[in-house]
C-alpha cells in the first residue's frame, strides 16, 4: 500500500464545497490538528463565491439528461475547477495567509449525476450487456489536477466514488464529520443539513461510529428555491429569510399527498437528489397547485416550504426517535436562514431545541466545507474517512484521489 506521508500535527487546508442547491461554492480556510475522530478544526474564514444566474442555469442542465451535453460536461469540469481555484485564493486572502500557508485543498466538487443503487441488474454477470445508465456510480466535476497545478498545493477531492467501490451510497459522507464536530457524551443530537437536499445525522448521547446513522431527508431548499424562480419569472433563486412562505397558507392535503413519494417510505441508508426532486419534480408540482387546488403564488411557496419542514419531521419520527433519544436538533445549511421553515421545523418538533449550528461555533454555511477539509485531512494521513453504518459500505476504507502541482 502505498501511504502519503503527512506527518505534521497541524495543518492549514481549504474544504471546498459545491452543494446540490447549486448557489455557489462555500470555502472553509481550517486549521485542523491531529487526525481520526479526535482531529480537532478551527474554523479560520469562510467565503462563498456565488455562481451567476447563467452558471446556474447551465449547471441545472447538466443535471437533466435530456438536456445535458457531453461536451459540455467535459468543459465545465474544467471551467469550473477554475472557479474553485479564484474561490479557494479569495478565501485564504481574506482569511489573512498566502497560499504558500496552505497545506492542502480538498473539494468536494460538483455532482452532476448520482446513482446510488443499483436499480437494474439486466445483463447480470455479462458486463458488456448491462444498461450503464443503472450502474452504481456518481459524478462529481471540477477537476482535482486544474485545481492542483492553479493553486501549487496538494489537491484532495473524488470521495464518493471509493465508498461505491466498497458497496455503499457514496453518500452521505458529512456524518464522518458530524461525528467528530458535534458528538456530546450526555445528549443525543441530530445535524440537519438544509441545502438543496436535507440530510440528517443522528448522533446518539457518547455515540461510538457504529452507532452513528444518517440519511437524506428529501429534498432541502430544491423544491422552494425552484419554485420561487418559476413563479418570479426568474427573478429570485431563492424565498430571502422566508417571507414570500410566511405570507402564503400551505395547502396540508397537497403536502399529504406528495409525502405518498415512495422516497420517503424507503428505509435508511438512502439519499437522493436532483435526480428526482430537480426542475420536472417541481414544474409538475407548480401545475398541479394551480390547476387541482387554485393555489396562489404565496400558497405555492408556502406549500413547499411546509413539504421540506413536514418531510424532515416525519423521518424523523419514522427513521430517528423510534432508534434513539434526541434532545437536540442542530441545523445548517442555507435553509437556517428560511425562517418559515425553522419556525415550521420548531412547531412540528416540540419535544426537542431546534437550533443552529452556528450556537456551536460552526458556521452553518461552512460545515460542509469544514467537513470536507477533515475528510482530506484523513485521506493524506490514510485514515478511514466515512462511516459505513451511514452509507451502507461493507467495511471502512480510505476514501479520495489526490492530485500533485
Ligand atoms: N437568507 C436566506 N433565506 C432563505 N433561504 C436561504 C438564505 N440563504 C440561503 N438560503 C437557501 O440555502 C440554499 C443554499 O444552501 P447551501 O449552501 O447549504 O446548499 P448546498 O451546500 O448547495 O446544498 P447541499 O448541502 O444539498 O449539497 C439556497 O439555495 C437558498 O435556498
Ligand atoms: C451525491 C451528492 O452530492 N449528495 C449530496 C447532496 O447534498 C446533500 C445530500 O445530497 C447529501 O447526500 C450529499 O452531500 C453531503 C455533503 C453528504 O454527503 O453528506
Redo the contacts with the bound molecule.
Sequence with gaps: MIRISFDRDSAIAVGLMS??SLDGVDAAVVRIEGGGLSAKAKLLHAYSRPYGDELRERLKDLCVPERSRVDEICGMNALLAEIFAEAAREAVRQAGLSMQDVDFVSS?GQ?VW?IPGERDRTGGSDLQSRDPAAVRS?LQIGDLSVLSKRLGVPVVGDF?PGDMAVGGQ??????YGDLILFRDEARGRLLQ?I???G?CTALPASANPEDVFAF?TGPGNMVIDQAVWLLSGGRMTYDAGGAWGASGTPCESLVDEMLKHPFFRQAPPK?T?REVFGKAYTADFVERARRDFALSDADIVATATAFTARSIAQSYTDFVFPRCRIDEIVVSGGGARNAALMEMLAELLPEQAVCSSNEFGVDDDAK?AVIFALLGNDFLRGVPNHLPSATGASRPTVLGKLALP
Design positions: 452543494g446540490t468536494h455532482t448520482h456518481t464518493r457514496g453518500a452521505p459522507l458529512a456524518p443539513n441545502g438543496g437536499i440530510n437524506d439519499s437528489g460542509e
